[in-house]
C-alpha cells in the first residue's frame, strides 16, 4: 500500500495562478483518473508532484510521513505525453538511461530489461537508433523508462495518444497490476472513455484546485465532460451574436483525403464559406493532422477544390497558424513587422525590391486597429506584449495575407479570457466575410463559443457532424461530443 497526501498546494507564475490550494490524496489499489481543461492546474500538479517543480505552499506526506518530492525524485515517474528521450541512442540505451550506475548481474538489471523490451514490443528494434523509430515506438520507450525506475508513483500524461487498441490495453494491463502491486498508477487523459473504463476514481482539476473527484455510479462520461466545462459558460452576447453566418453557395470540397502517414483516412466532407468549422478529438484520432494538411502543413493524397471546380491554390489562398505562436512569430521584430510578414510583392516590396515602407506602416496600423491588439505602436518590440495580444497579431498577419482558407490550431491557447473573446469575434467576421475558418480546438467551450459546426474525429475519421446551434447550453455539447468519440 502507498499513499501520497497534499494539502493547500500552491504555485504561481506571477499573476498566474497555477494551482490554488489543491488537495488530494493519492492511493495504491486502483487506477486514478486525472481530468480537467487546458490551464486548470494538471500538468503543474504532475510536474510539483515528480520533483521538477517547486510549490510556493503546501503540505506533502508519503505514507503518512512528512515528504517532499525534491528529496527523493525516484519516488515519482512520470511517462510524458511527448517523449522524453534521446533521438541519437538506441532503443536499449534509451531504456538504460538514468540506471547506468546499477549492476546488472547484481540487481538483475540486464533480465530486467529484457523483460521491458519484451512485454512492450521492442525486441526487434532494440539495437535501433530511436530517430529512425516511428512515434509510437519513441513512446513505448519512454513507457519502459518508467518501468525500469520502479518507482512508487506512476503518472501516465496521455500516454496512448500514438498506440494501436492492442497497444493500449497492454498499457492499461500494466497499470492495472501497478495498483494491484502497491503502486501509485496515475492516467491523465482527455479520452473521456478511458477514464471511465480504467480507474477506480477520477479527480477533476478547475482552475487549481480539485473541483470534483468521481467514483462508482457518478463516474460517468457525461459527468466528467460536464464538470470539465463548469465555469466556463459562454457569456449572452457570444451565444446570440456568434451563430449568425453567411453561407455561401461556394464551398471547399475534400474527397478521399488520407494522411500520407496514415493519421486519417479517405475523408469526404465540404467546408461551407461562411462558417466557423471546429474539429475535436484526443490526441491520435487525426484532427489536428487533418486540419493541417488542407493548408498544406501535413502531407496529405486526395482531392481537394472548389465545388466551382477551381482546385484550391494552397500557397495563394490559404493560411495556417500552429498551437505554437513561436512557429510563426517572430520576437526579435516589431508588432508591424510580423503583421506585414506574409506579405510580398506588390504589396510589401516594389519589383526593384525595395520595401514599401510607408505602405507597409498603414497596413501594421490599420491591422492594430481592426484586431484590437494593445500596443504602444507598430515599432514595439513583440515580446513586450501578452501572450493574448501576441496570438492576435499572429491572427492578423494570417489575415491581411487575405487567404480564402484560414486553418488554426487551438486558436486561445494560453490566451486569457478577454483575449479569446476578441479572437472568437475575429474568426466569425473572417467566415462572415466568405472566408473558410477551420479550427482544431482541445475545449467544448471554445467550440461552443466560436464555432458554427463540430466535426468529431476518432481513430482517423470523422464519426460525428453537429451544428453548435442544436445546443441550448455547452453542457450539452459537451456530453454529445463525448458520447461520439467513445461509441466510435
Given at each position: 500500500?502507498?499513499?501520497?497526501?497534499?494539502?493547500?498546494?500552491?504555485?504561481?507564475?506571477?499573476?498566474?495562478?497555477?494551482?490554488?490550494?489543491?488537495?488530494?490524496?493519492?492511493?495504491?489499489?486502483?487506477?486514478?483518473?486525472?481530468?480537467?481543461?487546458?490551464?486548470?492546474?494538471?500538468?503543474?500538479?504532475?510536474?510539483?508532484?515528480?520533483?521538477?517543480?517547486?510549490?510556493?505552499?503546501?503540505?506533502?506526506?508519503?505514507?503518512?510521513?512528512?515528504?517532499?518530492?525534491?528529496?527523493?525524485?525516484?519516488?515519482?515517474?512520470?511517462?510524458?505525453?511527448?517523449?522524453?528521450?534521446?533521438?541519437?541512442?538506441?532503443?536499449?540505451?534509451?531504456l538504460l538511461v538514468g540506471q547506468e550506475g546499477k549492476r546488472r548481474g547484481k540487481e538483475?538489471?540486464?533480465?530486467?530489461?529484457?523483460?521491458?523490451?519484451?512485454?512492450?514490443?521492442?525486441?526487434?528494434?532494440?539495437?535501433?537508433?530511436?530517430?529512425?523509430?516511428?512515434?509510437?515506438?519513441?513512446?513505448?520507450?519512454?513507457?519502459?523508462?518508467?518501468?525500469?525506475?520502479?518507482?512508487?508513483?506512476?503518472?501516465?500524461?496521455?500516454?496512448?495518444?500514438?498506440?494501436?487498441?492492442?497497444?493500449?490495453?497492454?498499457?492499461?494491463?500494466?497499470?492495472?497490476?501497478?495498483?494491484?502491486?502497491?503502486?501509485?498508477?496515475?492516467?491523465?487523459?482527455?479520452?473521456?472513455?478511458?477514464?471511465?473504463?480504467?480507474?477506480?476514481?477520477?479527480?477533476?482539476?478547475?482552475?487549481?484546485?480539485?473541483?470534483?473527484?468521481?467514483?462508482?455510479?457518478?463516474?460517468?462520461?457525461?459527468?466528467?465532460?460536464?464538470?470539465?466545462?463548469?465555469?466556463?459558460?459562454?457569456?449572452?452576447?457570444?451565444?446570440?451574436?456568434?451563430?449568425?453566418?453567411?453561407?455561401?453557395?461556394?464551398?471547399?470540397?475534400?474527397?478521399?483525403?488520407?494522411?500520407?502517414?496514415?493519421?486519417?483516412?479517405?475523408?469526404?466532407?465540404?467546408?461551407?464559406?461562411?462558417?466557423?468549422?471546429?474539429?475535436?478529438?484526443?490526441?491520435?484520432?487525426?484532427?489536428?493532422?487533418?486540419?493541417?494538411?488542407?493548408?498544406?502543413?501535413?502531407?496529405?493524397?486526395?482531392?481537394?477544390?472548389?465545388?466551382?471546380?477551381?482546385?484550391?491554390?494552397?500557397?495563394?489562398?490559404?493560411?495556417?497558424?500552429?498551437?505554437?505562436?513561436?512557429?510563426?512569430?517572430?520576437?526579435?521584430?516589431?508588432?508591424?513587422?510580423?503583421?506585414?510578414?506574409?506579405?510580398?510583392?506588390?504589396?510589401?516590396?516594389?519589383?526593384?525590391?525595395?520595401?514599401?515602407?510607408?505602405?507597409?506602416?498603414?497596413?501594421?496600423?490599420?491591422?492594430?486597429?481592426?484586431?484590437?491588439?494593445?500596443?504602444?505602436?507598430?515599432?514595439?518590440?513583440?515580446?513586450?506584449?501578452?501572450?493574448?495580444?501576441?496570438?492576435?497579431?499572429?491572427?492578423?498577419?494570417?489575415?491581411?495575407?487575405?487567404?480564402?482558407?484560414?486553418?488554426?490550431?487551438?486558436?486561445?491557447?494560453?490566451?486569457?479570457?478577454?483575449?479569446?473573446?476578441?479572437?472568437?469575434?475575429?474568426?466569425?467576421?473572417?467566415?462572415?466575410?466568405?472566408?473558410?475558418?477551420?479550427?482544431?480546438?482541445?475545449?467544448?467551450?471554445?467550440?461552443?463559443?466560436?464555432?458554427?459546426?463540430?466535426?468529431?474525429?476518432?481513430?482517423?475519421?470523422?464519426?460525428?457532424?453537429?451544428?453548435?446551434?442544436?445546443?441550448?447550453?455547452?453542457?450539452?455539447?459537451?456530453?454529445?461530443?463525448?458520447?461520439?468519440?467513445?461509441?466510435?
Amino acid at each position: 500500500m502507498t499513499e501520497i497526501n497534499a494539502e493547500g498546494v500552491r504555485l504561481a507564475f506571477g499573476r498566474t495562478i497555477a494551482l490554488a490550494g489543491l488537495d488530494v490524496t493519492l492511493s495504491s489499489g486502483e487506477v486514478i483518473g486525472i481530468a480537467g481543461p487546458n490551464g486548470a492546474g494538471k500538468s503543474t500538479f504532475t510536474r510539483v508532484l515528480a520533483g521538477e517543480a517547486r510549490a510556493d505552499a503546501g503540505i506533502f506526506s508519503l505514507d503518512g510521513q512528512p515528504w517532499t518530492p525534491q528529496s527523493d525524485m525516484k519516488t515519482v515517474a512520470v511517462v510524458h505525453q511527448e517523449p522524453q528521450v534521446w533521438p541519437n541512442l538506441t532503443v536499449v540505451k534509451n531504456l538504460l538511461v538514468g540506471q547506468e550506475g546499477k549492476r546488472r548481474g547484481k540487481e538483475g538489471q540486464g533480465d530486467r530489461v529484457g523483460d521491458v523490451l519484451e512485454s512492450l514490443g521492442l525486441v526487434d528494434v532494440a539495437t535501433t537508433q530511436l530517430d529512425l523509430c516511428s512515434f509510437a515506438t519513441r513512446q513505448r520507450v519512454e513507457i519502459g523508462r518508467a518501468m525500469l525506475r520502479q518507482a512508487r508513483c506512476y503518472i501516465f500524461d496521455e500516454p496512448n495518444s500514438a498506440l494501436t487498441d492492442e497497444e493500449s490495453e497492454a498499457l492499461f494491463a500494466f497499470m492495472q497490476s501497478l495498483a494491484a502491486e502497491g503502486h501509485i498508477a496515475i492516467l491523465i487523459s482527455h479520452r473521456l472513455g478511458d477514464l471511465v473504463d480504467q480507474c477506480g476514481v477520477v479527480h477533476v482539476i478547475r482552475d487549481g484546485i480539485v473541483a470534483k473527484s468521481l467514483r462508482g455510479s457518478s463516474l460517468t462520461e457525461a459527468n466528467i465532460a460536464s464538470e470539465l466545462v463548469k465555469g466556463s459558460e459562454p457569456s449572452a452576447a457570444v451565444t446570440s451574436d456568434s451563430r449568425s453566418e453567411v453561407v455561401t453557395q461556394n464551398s471547399l470540397r475534400i474527397r478521399q483525403w488520407s494522411s500520407e502517414s496514415d493519421e486519417f483516412r479517405s475523408i469526404d466532407l465540404d467546408l461551407i464559406q461562411g462558417q466557423v468549422t471546429a474539429v475535436v478529438g484526443v490526441e491520435g484520432s487525426g484532427g489536428r493532422e487533418f486540419v493541417a494538411s488542407v493548408a498544406g502543413y501535413h502531407p496529405a493524397r486526395g482531392d481537394i477544390a472548389w465545388d466551382v471546380g477551381q482546385l484550391l491554390n494552397v500557397v495563394k489562398s490559404t493560411a495556417f497558424l500552429p498551437a505554437d505562436r513561436k512557429g510563426i512569430l517572430f520576437g526579435n521584430m516589431s508588432v508591424g513587422d510580423n503583421i506585414v510578414s506574409r506579405l510580398g510583392s506588390p504589396r510589401l516590396s516594389r519589383k526593384s525590391g525595395v520595401l514599401r515602407l510607408r505602405e507597409s506602416q498603414t497596413i501594421a496600423e490599420q491591422s492594430i486597429a481592426a484586431f484590437g491588439v494593445k500596443t504602444e505602436g507598430p515599432k514595439q518590440l513583440l515580446t513586450a506584449l501578452s501572450g493574448g495580444n501576441q496570438q492576435k497579431v499572429a491572427i492578423a498577419s494570417a489575415l491581411t495575407y487575405g487567404p480564402s482558407v484560414l486553418a488554426i490550431e487551438e486558436p486561445t491557447r494560453g490566451v486569457d479570457v478577454g483575449s479569446k473573446r476578441d479572437i472568437y469575434a475575429t474568426l466569425q467576421q473572417a467566415a462572415r466575410s466568405g472566408m473558410v475558418v477551420l479550427l482544431f480546438c482541445t475545449e467544448i467551450p471554445e467550440v461552443y463559443e466560436a464555432a458554427h459546426r463540430v466535426l468529431v474525429m476518432d481513430r482517423g475519421a470523422v464519426v460525428k457532424d453537429l451544428k453548435v446551434s442544436d445546443f441550448d447550453e455547452v453542457t450539452a455539447l459537451a456530453q454529445s461530443v463525448a458520447l461520439a468519440e467513445h461509441t466510435a
